[in-house]
């Protein structure tokens, strides 16, 4: 997800995106833990797309639950 993507995202759907990407991060750490993760690269992206959303939520002046 690039950064001109998320800026066009209103609010909501930014909070749905963030809870979304938040249980994906939960199952790739479970995938892990098991060794069943086939691309270990992806915990990177997901952490990397969830600090862009949280990124834009705080410029908008909006909250987000850590």
Do not use: W
């Not at 995202?9 to 991060?25: G, N």
């Amino acid at each position: 997800m690039k950064p001109p993507e998320v800026r066009e995202m209103k609010s909501a759907e930014l909070h749905v995106e963030l809870d979304r990407l938040r249980r994906h991060l939960f199952d790739l750490r479970a995938q892990a833990v098991t060794e069943k993760l086939e691309n270990p690269h992806q915990l990177k992206d997901v952490r990397k797309d969830m600090a862009r959303i949280m990124t834009i939520l705080q410029e908008r002046g909006e909250k987000y639950v850590a």
